[in-house]
């Protein structure tokens, strides 16, 4: 039997980790180590079966993560947990450093001291900041343009530097923008779905169109599977979908599979150091075997029906501290643009 820390395992892309590793190893004990900061709910993994444990506790608290490894002997460690939002950084930098950077150096010592035989760093392709033309490969120069992204990017090499200093079996993925269930609404296809449901205004930032490449939940979970179990130690592999689309282009796409008005978009001033497009190369994944199975427009589409039969967990989100924090962010909306 293996023992695996997942940590972040209350959030969007670890609970859909946790839910798909049950399923496809059933053999497997799952710790999952999340500090339940406002992104993360326990609701997330609601029905979950298997061998599977939560612990409330910080990767970046010493003495909580030392007390865990000592009560289990870890054979994978899968790090999910992190400040993500963009948006956010920008108002509270700290918060980012203490979680990507500390609490990564954290766990890398107890992974190092335990022995661990695989760890598993889960960053972005964010850490390579906007590309015009082409796609970033894994040697590609790091230019974060975020504090999200440069905590990210930091976190990671401090990830590098203990398999090149102590020999730690690491390995990094990079993937491109995740959408799907679980997603806290306040990224662009959540927030949109769930506004655009109750008629609610549509942030649109700056013109729209911004290029993201858009990679299903499940695809990146299934690479991360593949990654922690054939990947390269001390290798980084980018996780992208391969399917481009405008910030604007995704959003008409929902409102469409809704039946709603455009009108519903409203732009908003962009926010500072906004990245103008990303992309990423994936030979290195597809040569263990990896390819994307969800096509865009499948995906938006399954994510959009999901939204709607699952408005009771949504809506709880949106009466907290998910109300307040939208007021503060888009206190002043324009007029749509005709």
């Known amino acids: 039997m293996k023992r695996v820390l997942v940590t972040g395992g209350a959030g969007f892309v670890g609970s859909n980790f946790i839910r798909m590793m049950a399923a496809h190893h059933p053999d497997w004990r799952i710790i999952n180590l999340d500090a339940l900061t406002y992104a993360g709910s326990t609701d997330n993994l609601k029905g979950l079966s298997g061998d599977y444990a939560f612990v409330r506790g910080d990767i970046a608290d010493s003495a909580c993560v030392t007390a865990l490894f000592g009560q289990y002997a870890f054979d994978y460690v899968v790090n999910f947990a992190a400040e993500t939002h963009v948006d956010r950084s920008i108002a509270s930098p700290q918060d980012f450093i203490r979680t990507d950077v500390l609490g990564t150096h954290t766990l890398l010592e107890a992974v190092r001291e335990q022995g661990v035989a695989r760890y598993v760093q889960i960053s972005t392709d964010e850490v390579y900041g906007s590309v015009a033309a082409g796609a970033f490969a894994e040697d590609s120069p790091l230019r974060p343009s975020s504090p999200y992204a440069a ?79 054939r990947g390269e130690v001390g290798e980084v592999y980018n996780i992208g979908g391969g399917q481009e689309a405008t910030n604007l282009a995704v959003t008409e796409a929902i409102l469409a599979r809704l039946h709603k008005d455009r009108g519903l978009i409203r732009f908003v001033a962009d926010r500072p150091g906004h990245d103008r497009r990303y992309a990423v190369t994936c030979d290195k994944l597809k040569a263990l075997g990896w390819t994307p199975s969800v096509a865009f427009a499948e995906g938006l589409a399954r994510t959009v029906d999901w939204y709607i039969a699952h408005s009771e967990w ?24 005709t």
């Open 314 to 337: 949504w809506r709880r989100i949106k009466s907290g501290e998910w109300r307040a924090y939208y007021a503060r962010h888009y206190a002043e909306l324009e007029e749509p643009r």
């Open 151 to 229: 905590s990210k990017a930091a976190g990671g090499l401090v990830v590098q530097s203990f398999y090149r200093t102590y020999g730690t079996p690491v390995v990094v993925t990079r993937s491109s923008n995740n959408y799907g269930p679980w997603q806290y609404p306040e990224k662009i296809i959540p927030l949109s779905i769930t506004n655009a449901i109750d008629d609610q205004a549509l942030p649109m930032y700056g013109d729209g169109l911004n290029v993201r490449d858009w990679l299903h939940v499940e695809d990146n979970c299934a690479a991360i599977d593949l990654v922690l179990h």
